[in-house]
């Protein structure tokens, strides 16, 4: 490039800033807009939240008892009227000082809040054809708890949850059923979906959610084909605010308690009911006077032990503890939203002591999340949702079932806890079953599980193309990793015979490190892209939304699984009254054979807004809002299970030296 064309360029470039600097200092006139809200028989509307759209100063009002309203603006600012139960109103700031702005009422399930998430859609609740329960956050309970799954159960219609039993804190396997069993001699669970990406919930924290839907039937099901088949639960995140900025941190302590406590026998009734027993089954009196007396007396503890091992190693409550600090926000360019919070939650055991490690059940979790959007332009949004957890459990290296079977299992009078000589005591049936030594001399385990989401998407307008059209993207990435440390420690027992000889079960072995050891590393990857129409015709709409998508799951010592699919959807409605959806969805799973591995899923459903019509105009007072809906579709389901994906594993053994396929050696 020669010396001409950079002097050029040169001063192209100071005019363009001369010109920009020019027109900086030459800002739209100040306006101070005052105005009323009445509705459309020309009542005020006292309550009306008047905002200036995409304004980075967040500024807003409401109007008063009279409707009346102030707002300080300028020349080219737009303002926005919102109101629940009413249409949205947006109107150039130049414009409201002519005259009263006019509310009208929105028709029933039709209004701003009334907005229910589908898969890559949102629609009115009027619009719904399809069978969908949705509950917001903000109407459930504010406990600490370890798993959502004990904050929704009972909540939601059609979605029955049955715990897990869990006998460590922290750890919950819950199942959920939607409308009962909907595959058999395969996977019953449902998918679970967060912002439309697959992916678990139960371990996010309260706050974290703005709303829950189960989606029930065909009519939303079938744009997940083959792996909607038992039903679906969507889950939406929740987003920062344009118009107002929210800072909020909640603490939470609680206590948390068993249902019911098991009352164990003492060694005396015990006793008398194991003679009682075996006269009963025929033979005769296990145990005499003497240890029935010594038993009731408590003369020997050694040799006639009383245990409770319920009381001495049990807690009756343990301690919930739960901090959430969250702030929201944003302006007409950027919109955020982010969380962190800390969950704790004690275990149930007690007694026992090592210098070296505590072998007590505890479990913490960190939660991190940052949702952001960015509005770049008029026709381009960009989101990034980041979000991070963390949790740790500690428990016995003996195994927690093996520890409170020993507690509610063992016999009163098996043997005593600790031997006169300090020992551990046992017998030779029950060698290894001392609830003291499992906790202070069995060694402990620590699981640290990391979870990272990530995702992306970006929606493009294209009214230069076809007005009404839109583009979108997502691509997600999640990364989740377990990794196990800890000590181990082996102890014996004794038990003191008739001789005054002890006997010893089992080889003491002093503390060690337990190898380190990762697993259930996984990696996942999901891809969406496609197509949004959505545009009214006098009184006919049509929205169509096409994607195709790409899940891609790695996990350390399996294969690889993917799937692929087409989704399609088009909705029609006439005088907002009539609905019509119909939906297609081409996917395809690894789980099957090369020849049957894809599949469509069609499903067609409508709605009917009966109290629209003239007829039923005289029953107002009465019925307000009834609406018939039906639908019909199918779905599929490849969770098969990995021992039933490649089903050529059943009809061949490997060893050492070749392959028996049947009965045939290679």
């Known amino acids: 490039m020669n010396l001409a064309k950079i002097r050029y360029i040169a001063c192209l470039l100071f005019f363009l800033v001369g010109t920009i600097n020019v027109y900086a200092q030459n800002p739209d006139a100040d306006l101070t807009v005052t105005g009323k809200v009445v509705d459309q028989d020309k009542k005020p509307l006292p309550g009306v939240v008047v905002t200036i759209q995409e304004d980075k100063r967040n500024k807003s009002v409401t109007t008063g008892a009279d409707g009346s309203f102030t707002i300080d603006a300028s020349t080219s600012d737009v303002l926005v009227f919102k109101f629940i ?15 009263q702005v006019v509310l009208s009422k929105a028709l029933v399930d039709a209004g701003d809040d009334d907005n229910v998430y589908i898969p890559f859609g949102v629609r009115k609740r009027r619009e719904i054809t399809a069978s969908i329960s949705t509950v917001s956050a903000d109407a459930l309970p504010q406990i600490p708890s370890s798993s959502l799954t004990n904050v929704f159960a009972g909540r939601m219609p059609g979605l029955a949850i049955y715990p897990s039993g869990s006998q460590q804190p922290g750890y ?24 439309g990406i697959e992916r678990d919930f139960t371990s996010m924290d309260l706050n ?6 189960v989606l029930k039937d065909a009519a939303t099901l079938a744009w997940y084909g083959m792996y909607g088949g038992n039903g679906v639960i969507y889950v939406k995140t929740r987003r920062g605010s344009a118009t107002s900025t929210k800072v909020s941190f909640d603490a939470q302590v609680g206590l948390q308690a068993p249902l019911q406590v098991t009352k164990p026998l003492d060694s005396y009734t015990y006793a008398n009911l194991y003679n ?43 301690p919930t503890q739960r901090y959430v600090a969250s702030v929201s926000g944003g302006n007409a360019f950027i919109k955020y939203y982010a969380l962190l919070s800390a969950f704790n939650q004690g275990g149930f055991y007690k007694g026992g002591n090592n210098e070296t490690y505590d072998a007590n059940t505890d479990f913490s979790r960190y939660n991190l999340r940052t949702n952001i959007d960015l509005h770049v332009n008029k026709n381009l949004d960009v989101a990034l949702d980041i979000g991070g957890r963390i949790s740790t459990l500690n428990f016995p290296a003996a195994g927690t079932g093996n520890f409170l079977s020993a507690v509610y299992s063992t016999p009163p009078n098996a043997f005593p806890v600790l031997n006169a000589n300090g020992s551990y005591g046992g017998t030779s049936i029950f060698t290894s079953s001392n609830p003291l030594a499992m906790l202070e001399s069995a060694g402990a385990s620590t699981d640290l599980t990391r979870n990272m989401i990530a995702t992306i998407s970006a929606r493009q307008k294209m009214d230069g193309v076809l007005k009404g059209l839109a583009a979108e993207v997502y691509y997600a990435y999640d990364i989740a990793g377990l990794y196990r440390s800890g000590f181990t420690q082996s102890y014996a027992t004794q038990e003191l015979l008739p001789t005054n000889v002890y006997q010893t079960y089992g080889t003491a072995q002093n503390v060690d490190y337990l190898p380190n050891a990762f697993s259930g590393n996984l990696r996942k990857s ?26 891609n799951y790695s996990q350390f010592g399996f294969l690889d699984i993917r799937r692929e699919g087409w989704s399609n959807r088009l909705s029609y409605n006439f005088k907002e009254r009539y609905f019509v959806d119909v939906i297609g969805s081409f996917s395809g799973s690894e789980n099957f054979a090369p020849g049957n591995r894809y599949g469509f899923f069609p499903a067609i459903s409508g709605g009917w807004i009966i109290s629209d019509e003239s007829f039923m105009k005289g029953s107002a007072s009465v019925l307000d809002f009834l609406k018939l809906r039906a639908s019909y579709g199918l779905v599929g389901n490849d969770a098969l299970g990995s021992a039933r994906r490649f089903a050529f594993n059943n009809f061949y053994s490997r060893s050492a030296t070749g392959y028996t396929f049947g009965t045939v050696f290679t």
Not at 208 to 213: M, Q
Not at 301 to 306: I, L, T
Request: hydrophobic share 30%; glycine share 8%.
């Open 85 to 99: 139960g009413y249409k949205m109103i947006i109107k150039p700031a130049t414009e409201v000082n002519k005259d």
């Open 172 to 195: 919950d396997v819950a199942s959920f059923l939607i409308r009962g069993r909907s595959s058999y001699n395969s996977n019953q669970d449902p998918l679970i979906l967060v912002d």
């Open 208 to 213: 974290e959610i703005e709303s829950v839907s």
């Open 276 to 318: 009682e027993a075996s006269i009963n089954s025929g033979g005769t009196s296990f145990y005499d006077g003497t240890a029935l007396q010594a038993y009731q007396s408590g003369s020997d503890p050694y040799k006639y032990p009383n245990n409770n091992f319920v009381r001495d190693f049990t807690k009756t409550v343990a």
């Open 526 to 551: 999901e891809f969406w892209a496609g197509l949004d129409y959505d545009r009214t015709f006098g009184e006919h709409g049509i929205k169509f939304s096409t994607r195709v998508s790409r899940q």
